[in-house]
């Protein structure tokens, strides 16, 4: 069983419990504009260029066979011609041209994920992200059990928006379940990201009914997300299907701005990471809502 | 224990004045003691050198200025202005006739001087000194023998003290001076001649050691007598009790161990004498005083008074050594925690309260260690997590499990072994029966390698110093480079030990210390000064430098020169001896292409622990002057920098005269991309049983990291990996460039704000400003 995927973090501290090793998954069926791994949503690999790293020294637009690259002030990649071949990436000099994505094995995978386990403890682990983890759910669930077997603990980030035999496979190889929750009402969830959510707060609820360890995440995007009527909503409605439920909400992050640039496109969000006080703020809310377990950094 | 208790303690009003007093004060080269040592040493001529010795100790005690703050109740100085930097012509008065005038002005460790001084200097001391002081005569007979591998090789301890000593500081609270000198008197009966001049000096050292407590006690009074203030009276108590009999409470042996490190330093003016343990063998008089009524805050208080004392003493260096060991350390290192002999945990009230008075102070000393292995207690690695998110850059700390069997397997019992302590920076020792001469070299094995790319000659200067084996086009393959590699190493390392040989002897026999051997095991007993090798574990230690430069640079050259053949050895060697001035792409692919020692690639590590291994093994083959081993140490403090001045371009892609990778074992700054744990796998993998000598890995965290209880929960996790990876030692630098860049606009605002340079904390604004930039630089792992 192979798998694509596009990054592996070690010490990561903010997504599950104690240090954790999280493997990017590619390919998601939602299409947030507020996209944090925007190179994460396409399923396919795909060539990245990132211009702080490139010298400017023209060898990958001399050894590209297919007329996929051209240099002006920056190189510039022609998506459709390029056919991941990687001899510009070889050639390079710097560090500028890299294949994302790559297909491994879930084996290859996994012993990745745990080389780092010294670090694990008694609660830290792995992780799976991405993109969405189960949008190659196969793959995910074979990674994911192959950690078990070593006793490691296991966490998978995912929007849920995914068949029911998806969920019910990742149920006995996963620990904890990061689920996000953007908006609640079905209609602005489509009209912003492209599809509705029923399926999400379907298989949300069957993960409750299954006892699975769920943490409920909103990621507050200015402009978007981050309205108090619609962290109230969310808040009231996960509380009505799990009365112990727990909530995180992930301030926003606008380092991701750069990985834009280097995609060659606009980030459509303004605005910088709440301040403590915004925080406190929505966290208010959420104690209003009779939150009992609010998921803080 | 009482951790919850001491963790509200707030900092004592009297503490903060005191600090704020201290910092105020400016510093001055420091002539006085010269000048008493001068005037007995003529008066001595023609006595044995370890009685000339303590002859003159004991005047500088009887004679030195002596001052007591009002509201102070830890009292003694070596100087009566603090933060004085004493002029020791015994060991260096040549290199002082020099730099006098420039000590104001120099760009590292200033001092201000006084006319006057200046004047006496030339007048009265230098004249005696020239060609008797252990500077000169270093010189005279291994001068030129060190000039030729200075390069390669820097032969340390050459105009001052060795230091880096834990002396018997639990010896010391339960005689005193008076109980030394009775068993030094017993000795004398049985002695032969030679033994006889030792207790001798050691007697008229300790009679100095009375005299001087005795003299505070007479000044606390008279101030008592004229402000009524209960402290001084309190004071002129204790000092008068220490200076005839041995310490009973907390007070007592607080100010005790303060008297001991004062003398050490009068009698040594070394770069570091070491507490050690202190939370064990001050815990017995805690104790006793607890169970008398002390309070908490008490005790706080009188352990903050002791933190002030240990920052007032600083080391004057020549400008040289000043580049290497930046900041004026003089190490007073004090380990908390670890465990006792027999396994069972070691931490008790102490612990915690020294954290907490490290918490309050956030200065440069006392160098505080924090000692953990698997069983460390939650507590204790959460109240030390806590305070290294404050940046003081401490406790830095050290890994039993790795220690333990490191110094097991050079000779040293278990029972020494589970009573380690640190020395000055991060030099590893047993506590109170050991020489180890720490520092003895440093080895810069990364210019060993350009001398082998290149016929033995330097690349920037163009002389050949080292031997001449081929070049790199000559090399066939990669292991004839390896080959010849070898070989060039063999050929310092026998140099070395040479001139490190000749460095002891003029020790043994210009710098006796006889108060210093009366606090380290064996000597007494054996009748044999430390210098002679008196001590029960005698080493020498040497710095193989820098395991991350050498990894890199072999690496790219086996996979891009030998292995890919992307790079032809003639343009590689090209670009290295013209600093990649026309060679952009080259250096490019030597960054990006070649894998990098830090990000857990485990045959670019293994070439760091090839070479580090090589290095340590052929050190087996020597012994010092004192009949004991050398040992690897794996360190530079800030000495990468001035070490990197040294080396031209490196083919890790390093421009000629850039700074080595920092700290000893850390990876080369920026090239670590992978996250602190994949660095810690590649540290992992470097041979920590043969670098007993000390090790140091620097990282940065962003104090981000340590604002949440989770994230301290975290950090203690990472704590806990690194124990069972069996790394020795790790500091952590907590900061961020906002901070860095205010405090170099505005100096004067931020006089406190320390930072971790290598081995130890320095005041950020009193570093030159390619150091502070070079801080500045190093990477800083942002929470993911």
């Known amino acids: 069983m192979t798998g694509i995927i596009f990054d592996l973090k070690r010490f990561a501290v903010h997504d599950g419990g104690g240090l954790r090793s999280t493997l990017f998954l590619k390919g998601c069926p939602l299409h947030c504009p507020w996209c944090q791994n925007p190179e994460g949503m396409d399923h396919k690999p795909a060539l990245w260029y990132n211009p702080n790293d490139c010298l400017g020294c023209g060898s990958c637009v001399a050894v590209c066979t297919e007329q996929a690259l051209s240099l002006g002030e920056r190189v510039h990649v022609e998506h459709s011609k390029c056919t991941l071949c990687g001899k510009c990436e070889d050639v390079c000099p710097g560090s500028a041209l890299e294949r994302m994505g790559g297909t491994v094995t879930a084996k290859e995978a996994a012993e990745r994920l745990l080389r780092d386990s010294v670090f694990f403890g008694a609660d830290g682990g792995v992780t799976l992200s991405g993109g969405e983890a189960l949008s190659q759910w196969e793959f995910a669930a074979e990674v994911l059990s192959l950690c078990k077997e070593k006793g490691t603990d296991t966490a998978i980030e995912t929007c849920l928006l995914a068949p029911r035999k998806a969920v019910e496979a990742m149920l006995p190889v996963t620990d904890h379940f990061l689920i996000d929750i953007k908006y609640l009402d079905p209609i602005i969830h489509e009209k912003v990201i492209g599809v509705d959510n029923r399926q999400i707060l379907d298989n949300y609820e069957f993960l409750v009914s299954q006892g699975a360890d769920v943490i409920v995440r909103t990621p507050l995007i200015p402009g978007y997300t981050a309205t108090e009527e619609n962290i109230r909503n969310i808040a009231r409605y996960i509380r009505t299907v799990d009365a112990d439920t727990k909530y995180e909400l992930l301030n926003f992050n606008p380092l991701c701005r750069s990985k834009y640039t280097a995609l060659e496109r606009d980030y459509p969000v303004e605005g910088r990471a709440f301040s403590e006080e915004e925080m406190s703020g929505f966290y208010k809310i959420l104690q209003e809502e009779g939150i009992l377990h609010i998921i803080k950094e | ?784």
């Open chain 2, 1 to 784: 224990m009482q951790i919850e208790q001491i963790s509200k303690l707030a900092c004592p009003e009297r503490i903060a004045r005191l600090k704020e007093e201290m910092l105020e004060e400016p510093r001055f080269a420091s002539i006085e003691q010269a000048c008493i040592v001068t005037d007995s040493y003529k008066e001595t001529e023609g006595e044995p050198r370890c009685i000339q010795r303590a002859k003159a100790l004991k005047a500088a005690l009887e004679k030195i200025a002596i001052r007591i703050e009002p509201e102070e109740r830890i009292v003694g100085n070596r100087t009566s202005g603090v933060r004085g930097g004493v002029v020791f012509p015994e060991t260096g008065a040549s290199w002082v006739d020099r730099e006098f005038e420039t000590l104001p002005t120099r760009p590292q460790d200033k001092f201000q001087v006084r006319q006057e001084d200046i004047d006496a200097f030339r007048r009265d001391i230098m004249p005696y000194w020239r060609g008797r002081s252990l500077e000169d005569q270093v010189r005279m007979a291994v001068g030129s023998q060190v000039d030729a591998i200075a390069k390669v090789v820097k032969i340390n301890q050459k105009d001052h003290s060795q230091g880096h000593i834990c002396p018997n500081t639990k010896k010391w609270l339960k005689l005193g001076p008076v109980g030394i000198r009775r068993e030094a008197e017993a000795h004398l009966d049985q002695a032969d001649e030679r033994q006889k001049d030792f207790y001798r000096s050691v007697i008229l050292s300790m009679e100095g050691a009375s005299a001087f407590m005795e003299r505070y006690a007479v000044l606390a009074e008279k101030m008592y007598q004229e402000t009524k203030k209960e402290n001084l009276l309190e004071v002129a108590k204790v000092c008068h009790k220490l200076a005839v009999s041995p310490a009973e409470t907390y007070h007592e042996a607080v100010q005790a161990t303060w008297f001991l490190y004062v003398i050490l330093q009068m009698e040594g003016n070394a770069s570091s004498f070491s507490p050690g343990r202190m939370d064990q063998y001050l815990y017995p008089y805690y104790e006793n005083s607890r169970k008398q009524g002390m309070t908490l805050e008490d005790a706080l208080e009188l352990t903050e008074c002791l933190w002030l004392k240990f920052n007032q003493l600083v080391y004057l260096r020549n400008s040289n050594s000043a580049k290497y060991f930046a900041g004026f350390p003089i190490g007073f290192n004090v380990a908390i925690g670890g465990q006792n002999e027999d396994g069972s945990d070691a931490s008790n009230d102490l612990s915690y309260l020294f954290l907490q008075a490290q918490s309050h102070l956030l200065l440069p000393q006392p160098n505080l260690s924090l000692r953990i292995y698997k069983g460390s207690p939650r507590p204790l690695l959460e109240a030390a997590s806590r305070v290294i998110g404050l940046g003081s850059g401490m406790p830095q700390v050290f890994n039993d499990e790795a220690v333990v069997p490191a110094l097991e397997s050079h000779g040293i019992s278990h029972e020494d072994a589970m009573n380690y302590a640190i020395v000055g920076c991060v030099e590893l020792t047993t506590h109170g029966n050991a020489l180890a001469w720490s520092d003895a070299a440093m080895f810069n094995l990364l210019k060993a390698l350009e001398l082998t790319l290149n016929h033995g000659v330097d690349m920037l200067n163009g002389e050949k110093t080292g031997l001449d084996l081929g070049d790199l086009t000559t090399y066939e393959t990669f292991e004839d480079l390896e080959a010849a590699f070898a070989k060039q190493i063999d050929y310092f390392s026998d140099k070395m030990v040479e001139c490190v040989s000749q460095v002891e002897k003029m020790h043994e026999k210009l710098l006796p210390t006889p108060f210093l051997s009366s606090v380290i095991d064996d000597c007494l007993a054996k009748g044999q000064d430390v210098t002679q090798g008196g001590a029960h574990y005698n080493f020498a230690g040497v710095q193989a430098i820098q395991v991350a430069n050498v990894a890199d640079s072999l690496a790219a050259i086996k996979s891009l020169v030998y292995d890919k053949k992307k790079i032809s050895r003639e343009d590689l060697l090209r670009a290295l001896q013209t600093n990649y001035e026309n060679a952009p792409l080259i250096r490019a692919m030597l960054l990006n292409k070649a894998p990098k020692y830090g990000n857990d690639v485990d045959w670019v590590d293994q070439l760091g622990a090839k070479w580090v291994n090589y290095f340590a093994d052929g050190l087996k083959k020597y012994r010092n002057g004192r009949g004991g081993i050398y040992q690897m140490g794996l360190y530079t403090v800030s000495a990468h920098v001035p070490m990197g001045q040294n080396v031209g371009a490196s083919a890790d892609g390093r421009y000629a005269k850039d700074p080595l990778a920092d700290g000893g074992v850390s990876a080369m700054y920026g090239r670590d991309g992978q996250g602190p744990t994949a660095l810690l796998q590649s540290v992992a993998k470097l041979p920590f049983m043969k670098a007993s000598n000390g090790t140091l890995l620097n990282m940065k965290f962003l104090p981000q990291f340590f604002k949440t209880e989770t994230g301290i929960y975290k950090f203690t996790e990472l704590l806990r990996a690194v124990c069972n990876l069996g790394i020795s030692h790790i500091q952590f630098n907590v900061l961020n460039e906002k901070d860095l860049r205010a405090a170099q606009k505005k100096p004067e605002e931020y006089r406190s704000l320390t930072v971790r340079v290598a081995g130890y904390t320095a005041y950020f604004t009193e570093l030159a400003p390619d150091l502070q930039e070079e801080i500045i630089a190093r990477t800083t792992y942002e929470a993911i």
